[in-house]
């Protein structure tokens, strides 16, 4: 098995070939493709946030970062996939209002996918409004949220506050997540759960729609 560390800086320096290789190579040598992604991609950008908070890097290499993992999760995104190919429930997803990261909700899209659901993924900066629309149009089980930032969290509560509204919100289940949401701020929202990692949001996802 591949020790992941060169592919962490390689990650961290964006240099989308060098990833790309050393994430063929983990494979090859035997790492599970959740090994990669804990230990060697989600570690460098953790990374790349510390050092971005501490001004040793800025938003350009932040971005090129992103652009490295993201290549690299293509190399395995059927290794997610249980070949289950009935769907578990439908689920809207998206990352809200004024928030455009979207690596961590392209991950639990991704898992919930390979694990039989089917995903309508509505991007970023996903407004309110545009989250009702969508459950008016296709009537999903669940609506996933995903934030980054704290200043874009409330964004949630909003989009729970706006499906009340328009009378859908007894029709679908509310699932959030995102590096500063916690389980506390869920219950406060009035979403259903929360699920800190992409593995857990599959789990949760079967837990509140009753399948397995
Ligand atoms: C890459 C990155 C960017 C990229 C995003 C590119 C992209 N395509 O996503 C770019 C360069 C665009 C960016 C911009 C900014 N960023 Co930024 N960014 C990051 C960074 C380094 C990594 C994020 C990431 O992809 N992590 C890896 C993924 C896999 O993890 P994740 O997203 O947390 O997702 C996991 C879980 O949270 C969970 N999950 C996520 N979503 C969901 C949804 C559901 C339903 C469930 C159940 C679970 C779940 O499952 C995922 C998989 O396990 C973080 C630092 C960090 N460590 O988080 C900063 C960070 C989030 N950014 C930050 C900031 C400040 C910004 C900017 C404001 C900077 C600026 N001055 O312009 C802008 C804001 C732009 C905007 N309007 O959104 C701060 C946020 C601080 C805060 N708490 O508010 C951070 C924490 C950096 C820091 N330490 O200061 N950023």
Redesign the pocket.
Known sequence: MSDLKALSEAVIKGDINSARAETQKALDSGNSAQDILDNGL?TA??E???R??KGLLF?PQ??R??KT??ECMKLFESLFQEGDITSKGKVV?GTVK????????N??SMMMEGAGFSIVDLGVDVSPERFVEKVHEIEPDIV???A?????MPSMRLTIEALKQAGVRGKVKV???????TDKYAREIGADC?????G??VA?AKEILGVS
């Open positions: 989600i950008m953790d790349v946030g510390r971005f908070s938003v932040m971005l970062s992103a993992m993201q997803i004024g928030d455009l990261h979207d690596i961590g909700k991950l639990v996933a949220m995903s980054l930032l704290s200043t874009t699932m959030i997540g995102g590096a500063p949401v929360y699920g800190p990692d992409a857990s949001a949760k």
